[in-house]
């Protein structure tokens, strides 16, 4: 029988930290009380098992628990992975509990090989881009609010100056003052239009976004229109449909945001690192240390490492710092992740003003001297 092994971090005194890991054990399992239970091989089997416990600061524990893989759904004949299952087992109760956060999964191989994750990967974006070596550069456009044709205008002057993904602000949706039909015809034509004077390849990616039969139409509408790349928000439409969405109606690269991400207490490293990525995402935005969020430079690096080191089949993923990047800090985030990253500007580039190809350029430059 095989087995997952989830790492949760518990806040508890060292004389109730016993009883609370075997709490979660039995939370994120029977969910029942243990004498209640009648058949052994449910006892021998389902329950969850604490495996270790090991103190990571005053009052917090590092907790790791064993579940049967067969608590989260795997069909018998295809072998495909409920996605909601596994997400339920591997923090569906305990994720009630304040005191406890999802830090890390080890997956058996009889799951793991359900998942093909990401199509594209490192490899697959960079031949995209046509960028074998360096850092990739993206940005978006923005604010909310202004029209198709003056959306797809930023689009074309990010694009001349030479930026290689262009994506929508994840704000952007189905708004009436920029429906998405209208917008991906738009910018995705602007961008094409300077491509051709460039001789370059920039990608325009649109924010695909709603219920389930938008998102999927969504999809349709950017792939008949000749997009190559999409944006969406893994946490916004949920996990099962984000991995539904890329199985079934999108084929192409897909960048994930992390939107509505922090409302769980699931660890970033994990959540973006790892389970992003299983699920078919190519490459992770995540705020960037030192900008508008509170992530730090370990927690930073941590990440990236993660999306980026070898598992199994599983391709590793680009990681995408963002939120209050500069110009001026580009020579500082590649030296501190190296080149397989792509570094996202946007509002860093938009106060340019009228100066906004000339800074773009800078941008692209920029990177390519780092």
């Excluded at 095989?2 to 969910?31: N, P």
């Excluded at 198709?148 to 930026?163: E, M, S, V």
């Excluded at 893994?234 to 109606?249: A, C, D, S």
């Excluded at 993923?317 to 500007?345: H, K, Q, S």
Aim: with cysteine.
């Amino acid at each position: 029988m095989s087995f997952l092994r989830i790492t949760y971090q518990i806040q508890a005194s060292a004389h109730e930290i016993e009883s609370r890991a075997a709490g979660v054990a039995v939370e994120q399992s029977v969910e029942m009380p243990i004498p209640a239970i009648r058949h052994p091989h449910v006892l021998e089997e389902i329950v969850g098992q604490v495996e270790s416990i090991r103190p990571v600061g005053e009052n917090l524990f590092n907790v790791v628990i064993r579940l049967a893989a067969a608590t989260t759904g795997v069909d018998a004949v295809t072998g495909a992975v409920d996605v909601a299952q596994l997400v339920n087992m591997l923090f569906g109760n305990s994720s009630l509990q304040e005191s406890v956060q999802l830090i890390d999964m080890e997956l058996p191989q009889s799951i793991l090989d359900a998942f093909s994750g990401p199509r594209l990967g490192i490899a697959g974006l960079r031949e995209l881009v046509q960028a074998p070596q360096r850092p990739l550069t993206c940005t978006a456009i923005k604010p909310q609010g202004i029209a198709p044709a003056d959306l797809a205008a930023l689009c074309h002057t990010f694009a001349l100056g030479g930026i290689d993904i262009i994506k929508d602000d994840h704000g952007l949706a189905n708004q009436t003052y920029a429906p998405f039909a209208e917008r991906v015809r738009a910018c995705h034509a602007a961008v094409e239009r300077a491509n051709r004077a460039t001789g370059l390849r920039t990608y325009y990616c649109p924010n695909v976004a709603g219920s389930p039969k938008q998102l999927f139409e969504q999809a349709r509408m950017a792939r008949e229109e000749g997009v190559s790349i999409i944006m969406a928000a893994p946490m916004l439409m949920g996990l099962p449909v984000f991995y539904e969405l890329l199985q079934e109606h999108w084929s192409d690269a897909v960048l994930a945001h992390p939107a509505f991400a922090g409302a769980a207490r699931i660890s970033p490293v994990l959540l973006f690192g790892k389970l992003f990525r299983l699920l078919g995402a190519d490459a992770v935005i995540y705020p960037n240390y030192g900008g508008r969020f509170t992530y730090s430079q370990p927690l930073c690096a941590d990440l990236a490492a993660t999306a980026r080191a070898p598992w199994g089949h599983i391709q590793p993923i680009l990681p995408v710092p963002a939120g209050g990047m500069t110009v001026e800090r580009v020579p500082e985030m590649v030296n501190f992740y190296g080149a397989d990253t792509m570094l996202l500007i946007g509002g860093g580039l938009l106060t340019a003003g009228d100066a906004l190809l000339a800074r773009s350029r800078e941008f692209v430059r920029t990177v390519a001297n780092s």
